[in-house]
């Protein structure tokens, strides 16, 4: 199935820094997701978006639906090493979710 | 609230074995549920899904297969596992908005 290309692949960062990561697909989407998977765990949803635009925030967290419906980004404020982990985007249309290949974030106290 | 569950959690099995991956959603009705397969490189590959009971739709040919027998019931199986089999599976249901949320996935080892 499709892949969304999703960059950066891993981050090293300090402690209170800001993060930033996207997604581009080559296909236009209805809802773009963003997640974050702990190791041994199922991903959690941190949030959705639905419109073309969109821009949302869930606390530190800010993500964005781009305007052509083919791209997104997530972007991370002030990094605590609870951040550590896997960010993967997904994109949705019809029956189907296409993921991006992972951010690997890890946060140095 | 809907939450989703699915057993067991690890699982080490011989090869040529059976094997029966469960899952259940509860708080919602008629959901769309997923089977996924993750690599140790992160990538998730689609294998099963289903619009309702009784309707499987097959991404990938391979060793497994899925049933539906109620509503809120999704399970993958296989009559004799592989090696290549192992891996990290994920349910998943979403909604109709087109949010997905996932389980906490089944670690299966085979030896």
């Known amino acids: 199935g499709q892949q969304l290309n999703q960059s950066p692949q891993s981050m090293f960062i300090q402690e209170g820094e800001d993060v930033s990561m996207n997604c581009t697909s080559s296909s236009i989407f209805n809802t773009w997701l963003w997640y974050k998977q702990d190791p041994g765990e199922g991903p959690v949803l941190l949030i959705a978006l639905y419109k073309a635009g969109e821009l949302t925030s869930n606390g530190r967290l800010t993500a964005q639906f781009g305007i052509t419906r083919k791209d997104s980004f997530l972007n991370i404020s002030a990094s605590i090493p609870s951040d550590v982990g896997i960010y993967f985007c997904?994109?949705?249309?019809?029956?189907?979710?296409?993921f991006g290949t992972g951010t690997s974030l890890t946060v140095i106290p | 609230s809907q939450t989703i569950h699915q057993w067991p959690a690890t699982l080490v099995q011989p090869v040529g074995s059976p094997l029966s991956l469960e899952c259940t959603v509860e708080?919602?009705?008629?959901?769309?549920l997923y089977w996924y397969r993750q690599a140790a490189g992160r990538g998730l590959q689609l294998l099963f899904y289903?619009?309702?009971?009784?309707?499987i739709s097959s991404e990938v040919p391979q060793n497994l297969s899925a049933s539906r027998p109620q509503d809120r019931q999704f399970i993958l199986s296989s009559k004799k596992l592989l090696l290549s089999d192992s891996g990290f599976y994920l349910c998943?249901?979403?909604?109709?908005?087109?949010?997905?949320?996932f389980g906490e996935g089944s670690r299966l080892t085979v030896l």
């Open positions: 289903s619009v309702g009971i009784g309707q």
């Open positions: 708080g919602t009705s008629n959901p769309n």
């Open positions: 998943a249901w979403s909604r109709t908005a087109g949010e997905l949320f």
């Open positions: 997904a994109g949705h249309t019809g029956n189907q979710f296409y």
